[in-house]
């Protein structure tokens, strides 16, 4: 077998037991009496209206909670990062963008997990995902794009107020595989935008891939679940964590080679297995989302080397074209 042919199986073979481990399985909606949901307070205006309501399988499992990134001084005198899941955070930020055919608000929700257990590809500590809600100027969501801090598995999910005419063409409006998992082609809200109907978002255990997108009325979630109170947090504050003495710290580096990466947050698996035909030594590991292409690091959002400057997140009206949404 030529170096070629080889070098190409093993990527075949990787893909298959690390990208796609498991057949695609249909939604399950755990809304049982007691069901642990991570709720944002109120309080917060528009933050606290759009926030989705998030679910995760497994809440016995520590490192399936939603944590806040904290900081602290380790015995040996050093600055050590690490996400405390015995505290339930939302991070926020408006981001509002233009394009030909209208203007749009960008409600950016972040939120992150104390680690990725060892046996996964994308192991490692301090991992994370963003949910974007993008609204037009009615403010009714038109949009929910989904993506790892990292920049992988990226999901679209768009609502009945986006026009047809807008979506990537021959979008299935009943069902997609994402990644393997089974996500609605739309959120229907069946007429007028209701603040009432709330988002519901399904976190698959350790991986925290998002398992499912759908809709409920507030009235009706709120008999059915226990709710856990969510600290809606401005996104600024990664960069203010409290260390010992009255200190700061930040959640990302700022100086050296990892400028623009969150801090300790290593992914040794996607480093040894996927670095080298990925062409990026730093694969998995999580970033901070810059506000335009000259802060922090490039946030590709595609596995293809030369499409990783379309696909970047922080130019999101040349992001979206990239994935076919003609906003």
């Known amino acids: 077998m030529t170096t070629y042919r080889f070098k190409y199986f093993i990527f075949l ?15 399950k909606h755990p809304l049982e009496e007691d069901q642990k949901t991570f709720i944002a ?22 490192y399936n909670l939603l944590g806040t990134p904290s900081a602290g ?3 040996e005198g050093e600055e050590e990062i690490f996400v405390d899941p015995g505290r339930a955070a939302l991070f926020y930020e408006e981001r509002a963008f233009e394009t030909k055919k209208g203007k749009y ?15 996964h590809l994308t192991a490692g500590n301090n991992g994370g995902l963003f949910i974007i809600v993008t609204l037009n100027d009615k403010k009714e969501p038109l949009l929910y794009t989904t993506v790892h801090t990292c920049g992988c598995y990226i999901a679209f999910v768009p609502t009945s107020f986006l026009p047809c005419e807008m979506t990537p063409d021959k979008w299935d409006y009943k069902r997609q595989v ?10 229907n809200y069946s007429g007028k935008f209701d603040l009432t109907s709330k988002t519901m978002v399904l976190f698959r255990d350790a991986t925290h891939r998002i398992m499912d997108i759908w809709l ?23 960069d203010r964590l409290p260390l010992p003495e009255g200190k700061e710290t930040s959640f990302f580096e700022y100086d050296g080679p990892r400028k ?28 901070m989302l810059g506000k335009d292409k000259s802060e922090g690091t ?9 499409a990783r400057d379309e696909s970047d997140l922080r130019d999101f009206p040349t992001f979206l074209k990239y994935w076919g949404w003609d906003l």
């Open 178 to 187: 994402v990644f393997g998992e089974s996500l609605p082609g739309v959120l």
């Open 105 to 119: 608000t960008n409600l950016i929700y972040r939120i992150h997990f104390e680690k990725v257990p060892s046996i």
């Open 260 to 287: 623009g990466y969150v801090k300790m947050s290593h992914k040794f698996w996607e480093r040894l297995l996927m670095s080298w035909w990925a062409f990026d030594w730093r694969i998995g590991e999580d970033k």
């Open 216 to 238: 409920e009325k507030e009235d009706f979630t709120a008999k059915r679940i226990s709710r856990v109170h969510t600290k809606l947090i401005p996104m600024e504050e990664l």
């Open 13 to 27: 073979l990787l893909t298959i037991l690390f990208i796609f481990p498991s057949c695609t399985t249909l939604p």
């Open 41 to 62: 307070e109120e309080g917060k205006g528009i933050f606290s209206q759009y926030a989705p309501l998030l679910i995760v399988e497994r809440p016995e499992n520590k």
């Open 73 to 75: 001084i380790n015995k």
């Open 298 to 306: 490039l946030f590709y959002t595609s596995l293809k080397p030369w």
